[in-house]
């Protein structure tokens, strides 16, 4: 009949519908376990640190940092340091996973890759105490490089990575009322309670709370670790010898251990009062030892493309991430050369010479 006919097709079309917005949910806006790293921003390192001396002890503070104070020694033909970054995208769909196949500027990772097993907020409390670690790290690096003299002193115990009833980000600043600055003090305060339960007075989002752990016979075992397998770091102050050195570095919102190389550099020139950027903007990325030795990081495919977009003439990386960068820098464009060094001394030395040119790449200075 007639009738039949345009009521099965009417409920055919109904199907083919519901099956497309289901699809259409599926792919753009159900999430899934992916993240996305996007290209940051490039940040001129000027706007995060300020070095200042003094050559007389009744004299005033000399801002050093270009870019503040009224007495800055810089000028845009000095060049400039940058900072690169990668934007993490927490929410992902099937098609932004998708469509990071072909795109250049968008990689998916895994949550749990990215994340290990804890959540966002853990993972940003994780970056924000490896970024102040790196901080300390990369001022010690300049000052070794620079013949400055100094001391370190603990300056905090952080946890890395939560367990238990610690969460990444925490301070422990006591052990049953006695307070604790480094990682010396700590093991020291609970091998004296090995077999016991100790009281930790711990640090959390501005406010202090007790944290109560059951120690083992061998109080604490192995630092930096903790019972139940929270992971513990140290950070140093940094203290020159001549009082008439201060630097600070404000990090402002960006975390994770990858600014140290171009902290370093930047702190470096200033003290040192060596230009090396010889009037170009130089983009750097790498972790930082107190040796100055320079590790790798991730998302460095990203952060060439940030550096290109900034307008960087040379994209400074540690030297087991230079192939990927320069692949994406050839990608993206714009005649950026890019060099791979495995040490602050290297990449000094690099810029103090002529072998860096236009559109080159170099691995490990060479």
């Known amino acids: 009949m007639p009738g039949s006919d345009a009521s099965g097709l009417r409920k055919t079309a109904l199907r083919w519908a519901v ?24 940040v001129p390192v000027e706007v995060l640190v300020t070095v200042e001396k003094t050559n007389r002890p009744d004299a005033p503070l000399e801002t050093v940092q270009p870019g503040r104070g009224a007495s800055s020694q810089h000028s845009d033909d000095d060049g400039e340091w940058l900072l690169t970054t990668v934007y993490l995208r927490a929410r992902a769909t099937l098609w932004t996973v998708v469509e990071s196949a072909w795109r250049a500027d968008r990689e998916a990772h895994a949550k749990r890759a990215v994340f290990g097993g804890s959540g966002e ?23 070794r490089a620079a013949g400055v003299r100094y001391e370190t002193v603990p300056d905090g115990v952080f946890v890395t990575r939560g367990a238990g009833r610690l969460k990444a980000g925490d301070r422990i600043a006591a052990v049953d009322g006695a307070g604790v ?21 711990v640090l959390r989002g ?3 709370i007790a944290v109560r752990l059951a120690m083992d016979k061998a109080g604490a075992g192995d630092l930096p670790g903790m019972p139940g397998g929270a992971e513990l770091t140290e950070i140093l102050a940094v ?18 251990p990858s600014a140290g190389l171009a902290l370093a550099l930047h702190i470096y ?8 950027t010889g009037g170009r903007r130089i983009a750097a990325t790498g972790t930082i030892e107190p040796s100055g030795a320079v590790g790798a990081v991730g ?31 050839d990608a993206a464009g714009g005649g950026m050369a890019v060099a791979g060094v495995k040490s602050l001394e290297e990449a000094v030395g690099l810029l103090r010479s002529t072998r860096v040119q236009e559109g080159r790449t170099m691995i490990g200075g060479s």
């Open 269 to 276: 020139e200033r003290i040192a009062g060596e230009p090396l």
């Open 206 to 208: 501005g406010r202090e």
């Open 239 to 256: 203290r020159p010898a001549d009082p008439a050195l201060r630097v600070t570095i404000d990090a402002g919102g960006f975390a994770g």
């Open 121 to 143: 907020e853990e993972y940003k409390a994780r970056m924000d105490v490896l970024m102040a670690e790196s901080q300390g790290k990369a001022v010690e690096a300049a000052f």
């Open 299 to 329: 998302g460095v495919r990203m952060k060439a493309i940030a550096a290109s977009r900034a307008g960087a003439d040379l994209f400074l990386v540690p030297v087991e991430n230079a192939a990927e960068a320069a692949a994406a820098a």
């Open 181 to 201: 600055s480094g990682l010396a003090e700590l093991a020291e305060a609970l091998r004296g309670r090995a077999g016991r339960e100790a009281e930790l007075a």
């Open 19 to 42: 099956a497309a917005t289901a699809a259409a949910l599926l792919l753009f806006a159900v999430p899934v376990p992916y993240v996305l790293y996007e290209p940051g921003k490039a």
